[in-house]
């Protein structure tokens, strides 16, 4: 399944690319990272342009695109490693809201996505795991809604966003999905190698969540929604790394460019990057059009294109590192930071690999079992 961007999608990178440039140059980024505010500009700005309403439905107030589109704008905001809460509301709230939500839940939340009103993100991962069936954080009823104990990690734009969807497993065994008001969970900031962009862990401390923020029908197990939500924000954190090593490999290239000492040991290193980066694009591309397709073979897709970006951004930042030396400044900070830091979301470069291996070998299983069959009955 291959990907090639349309002319309207191809202006859109154009647009982007030359917005971003306006909105949110260097020295913005640099002032977010030290600790100085000024993102709630930019925020607005996101607003104007439609970013956050490109994926929400027209009848939600949004712009009805498909995933290829946001994935456009989600590269080319990696390549400035904008600090905005843009990657986990579009890549993690929106795809959960949607895939498990009623309709009526849909037009509360993402009706505010599209507006600007409202950003969010996904408190998932446990103890170094993420996937569904991991979940140990529980939900209690009480009353007319639900009591929620346990924790969470590296709950990525808390405690900015303002609302956060906690997965967590009902007494009955099955799981659910709650949108909880960032105002009343209790986080504790996590250092991060990316300064740009907050992470946090959350203690639920028995948060009380109505049953009109549990998505779903009552009761309904949305370990399924879950699951294809995570298809989104596995590629969407693929697509932010990609970016950043984009930029990496251009600042690169000026560096060899103007410097008198660059010569045949840089010159390598350059093609290096350039191959890692354009192998990794295919591959973060083919995922692109599979979950932005709904195809069956999405989540492998994902965690090809994780494990592919992961690589290469090994490699990128190191040499980057190298070739620029010690006048690489901040912003080369800021880059390594960003490609480092989506490495270790939902799933590390090994914990991808893995995936795809496990998948590879049970296609070879179930293929020499229907030969035998075939052979000998």
């Not at 596995?234 to 090593?245: E, H, I, P, W």
Request: aromatic content about 6%; overall charge negative; proline content about 5%.
């Amino acid at each position: 399944m291959d990907l090639e961007f349309t002319d309207e999608q191809l202006d859109l990178r154009d647009s982007a690319r030359s917005e971003l440039a306006r909105e949110c140059p260097p020295g913005l980024v640099r002032g977010v990272a030290d600790g100085a505010p000024g993102t709630d500009r930019f925020a607005t700005a996101l607003t104007w342009l439609g970013w956050p309403a490109l994926t929400i439905p027209l009848d939600l107030g949004g712009l009805g695109r498909s995933f290829v589109e946001l994935a456009v704008v989600l590269e080319e905001m990696g390549r400035v490693a904008a600090p905005t809460a843009f990657l986990p509301t579009m890549t993690q709230f929106v795809p959960v809201v949607r895939a498990a939500g009623t309709t009526a839940q849909a037009h509360r939340f993402l009706s505010g996505v599209a507006a600007g009103d409202l950003t969010g993100t996904l408190a998932l991962h446990e103890g170094g795991r993420w996937g569904p069936e991991t979940v140990m954080a529980t939900a209690e009823r009480d009353g007319d809604g639900w009591l929620l104990h346990g924790h969470k990690q590296h709950v990525l734009g808390a405690p900015e966003v303002s609302e956060v969807v906690v997965a967590a497993r009902r007494e009955s065994g099955s799981l659910g999905l709650f949108v909880v008001p960032a105002a009343e969970l209790t986080f504790k900031r996590t250092a991060t190698i990316d300064p740009t962009r907050s992470l946090a862990n959350v203690e639920l401390n028995g948060v009380w969540v109505p049953d009109a923020r549990a998505l779903g029908e009552p009761e309904a197990d949305a370990g399924r929604a879950l699951a294809q939500a995570l298809d989104y924000a596995t590629v969407g954190l693929a697509l932010d790394a990609l970016g950043a090593c984009g930029a990496l490999l251009d600042s690169s290239f000026e560096v060899a460019r103007t410097s008198a000492a660059a010569g045949q040991a840089i010159e390598h290193a350059l093609a290096d990057m350039l191959v890692a980066t354009e192998t990794a694009r295919a591959a973060v591309y083919q995922a692109t059009a599979a979950v932005s397709e709904g195809h069956p073979s999405a989540p492998h897709a994902a965690s090809v294109a994780k494990a592919a970006i992961g690589g290469c951004q090994r490699l990128v930042t190191r040499q980057a590192l190298e070739i620029h030396g010690a006048a690489g400044g901040p912003d080369l900070r800021l880059w390594v930071g960003r490609a480092k830091a989506d490495d270790l979301l939902f799933g590390t470069t090994s914990d991808h690999r893995r995936i795809v291996a496990d998948h590879v070998l049970s296609a070879r299983r179930a293929r020499s079992s229907q030969l035998a069959t075939a052979l000998f009955g």
